[in-house]
């Protein structure tokens, strides 16, 4: 049997000790869980790795003298018992002297084999603990973007993420060319299930070295606690996002200053992370954020918007959701919960809702209850100035983070994206009501924002929209190299003067998704 069947269908697994800091992932130590597509590896740790110290001895900065401190006087659970997931072989590897209590994971061949120990995180759900990390990225252009986009692709990667973050693992990924001021920020969602660091290969390392010490620095019952209810990674974004440079406050952090794309490590304050994770006890640790879809985005595929075959969900997890702007629509609105959320000392709740990126004066949050738990959301198009805040690079997404307040301490958040096509360059007419699109352009000219070529089609052409008093649709079609053409929505869709006509956006040799018009919905290019 090849390694890649014996994989598949290994549903049984022995647990494998941990020895000498090398934590093993074989086939006789995983098992198969076929609903997320993951493989369950089942360690046992080693108790000796706490006699260790907990940080490299040759260190001399104050953060590693706290943390010497608490560890001697027994104040600080340390890293016995928490792996170190490396995924790109080495290349930019923490070494093991930097924290020594921490166990390393090595996949035998099998795994090697499958690329299973290689790139974004999720595939992978070990026993314990984990802290990790790939600087690495997809590179090749068109398609080219970080493991962030590749993460929160599409609802399956999306769920194994969420399954992974709230199992007490938590990875670093560079965002390599995705949050740059040249090329913009070009995340179409964001989530809480990685720390994206600002920079290309080995600018991970810091925010490892961050993430290892705020878990080191949790008090033994404090991480006992957090560790058995799933929190780990959610404190360890809280405290990291809480100490950043310039966050001072509560007010601070429910504020985009606390919560950028990408975060770079001149922001990071060692010696606070720990200063405030020694702090927290079992009884104020704040919960995980729970959202829910009470009502979602309305649009109907084929005739809100030319793309009979793509939607505008990219992903819903309690942690994060994410959707795409392809209707016509001027304003876009949608119903959250976070009710599900509790707190895990049984704590009243208080809920904050935070625009993180877009402008406030085209958005409007409204909560439905005292505790604002349930919020209706409504979205008025942004046009690229919009959309770019002052001092960070031009984003194409609306992005509103959710916070659960216990009272003692304020969550890390969830996220509700959604991406808009600023290329399209919209006019709408905002004279009447509803606001009405008049025209859009599906071109990728030179000077517009980003598009991400997964999510948004292109065509040669432009629509004019035409609408009458009793909403019937009208399209005026100018197409690059041939004669122009009127469309007349229907019950059905479009249609042109010859009779139906399919939209549908279907990728190229390379990658990019073409927008395509065809009768019937045949597949031949325009």
């Given at each position: ?320 959701i994410g959707r795409v702007w392809r209707a016509f629509d001027y304003t876009r609105s949608i119903s959250l919960d976070a009710s599900a959320t509790l707190d895990p000392n049984g704590r009243s ?178």
């Amino acid at each position: 049997m090849g390694a890649s069947n014996q994989l598949l269908q290994q549903e049984k697994s022995q647990a494998a000790p941990i020895r000498d800091g090398i934590a093993p992932v074989a086939a006789a130590n995983t098992r198969r869980l076929p609903l997320l597509g993951q493989w369950f590896v089942d360690l046992e740790p080693d108790p000796g790795r706490a006699a260790l110290p907990v940080v490299d001895p040759s260190r001399t900065d104050p953060a590693a003298g706290q943390l010497r401190r608490l560890q001697a006087t027994g104040a600080a659970a340390g890293l016995a018992g928490v792996l170190y997931d490396n995924r790109d072989r080495g290349h930019s590897l923490l070494p093991p002297e930097s924290f020594p209590q921490l166990s390393q994971t090595r996949y035998d061949d099998s795994f090697q084999k499958e690329f299973l120990d290689h790139g974004a995180a999720g595939k992978i759900h070990f026993a314990l603990p984990v802290l990790g990390n790939s600087s690495t990225a997809y590179t090749r252009p068109p398609m080219d973007r970080s493991l962030a986009r590749i993460v929160l692709a599409d609802q399956a990667n999306a769920m194994r993420a969420q399954d992974l973050y709230a199992a007490n693992h938590l990875y670093v990924y560079p965002e390599h060319r995705d949050h740059d001021a040249d090329l913009g920020d070009r995340l179409f969602a964001m989530a809480p299930f990685f720390i994206l660091s600002q920079g290309s290969s080995y600018s991970d390392r810091p925010f490892l070295a961050a993430a290892a010490s705020i878990l080191a620095a949790l008090r033994p019952e404090t991480r006992e606690f957090a560790e058995a209810r799933g929190l780990i990674a959610p404190t360890i974004q809280m405290i990291l996002h809480r100490t950043l440079a310039g966050v001072r406050s509560d007010a601070d952090y429910l504020s985009p200053a606390a919560h950028p794309t990408a975060i770079d490590k001149t922001a990071l304050r060692p010696s606070a992370m720990i200063t405030l994770a020694n702090s927290l006890t079992g009884e104020t640790l704040p919960p995980m954020v729970r959202l829910r879809v009470v009502r979602d985005l309305q649009a109907r595929p084929g005739s809100d918007y030319l793309a009979a075959n793509l939607g505008e969900r990219v992903f819903t997890t309690p942690s994060a959701i994410g959707r795409v702007w392809r209707a016509f629509d001027y304003t876009r609105s949608i119903s959250l919960d976070a009710s599900a959320t509790l707190d895990p000392n049984g704590r009243s709740l208080t809920f904050h809702w935070v625009v993180l990126s877009g402008d406030p004066e085209h958005i409007r949050i409204t909560p439905q209850d005292d505790r604002a738990a349930r919020v209706d959301i409504e979205i008025d198009w942004h046009d690229p100035s919009s959309t770019q805040a002052p001092t960070a690079p031009r984003t194409t997404r609306v992005e509103i983070a959710a916070f659960a307040d216990n009272g003692a301490h304020v969550s890390a958040p969830a996220y509700f994206s959604i991406a808009l096509p600023i290329f399209q360059n919209r006019e709408y007419d905002l004279s009447g009501q509803p606001a009405r699109l008049r025209a859009l352009n599906y071109g990728n000219d030179p000077g517009d924002p980003y598009l991400d070529p997964a999510i948004w089609p292109t065509a040669p052409w432009t629509d004019h929209l035409s609408w009458s008093a009793d909403g019937e649709l009208r399209i005026a079609r100018q197409r690059t190299g041939e004669p122009d053409l009127t469309l007349v929505r229907g019950a059905g869709g479009f249609s042109a003067p010859e009779g139906p006509l399919v939209h549908q956006a279907l990728p190229e040799q390379t990658g990019p998704l073409q927008l395509h018009a065809d009768p019937d919905g045949r597949h031949e290019n325009q």
